[in-house]
């Protein structure tokens, strides 16, 4: 699955992948982030959305930890 999968965008956070089914694949990654690399991730998953006028995400949320002192700003 993973070949026929763009990437548009990766930082510490997470990574962004364009679905050729028409929706966003949103992977995050394990371990410490920082606050502006987590408001990145989101404004560029907006950002593809908008562009291609799409609706659908996919969250892989598995290595998420949210919450206090985790997120480093």
């Not at 510490?12 to 990654?29: K, M, S, T, W």
């Not at 690399?37 to 290595?63: K, S």
């Given at each position: ?58 969250g892989d ?13």
């Amino acid at each position: 699955m993973l070949a026929s999968l763009t990437i548009y965008f990766e930082n510490a956070a997470g990574r962004l992948l364009e679905h050729p089914d028409g929706y966003v694949v949103f992977r995050y990654y394990a371990g410490k982030r920082k606050f502006i690399d987590l408001q990145a991730l989101f404004v560029h998953t907006r950002n593809l959305l908008q562009r291609n006028n799409w609706h659908r995400l996919l969250g892989d949320h598995g290595p998420f930890h949210p919450g206090g002192k985790r997120l480093d700003r």
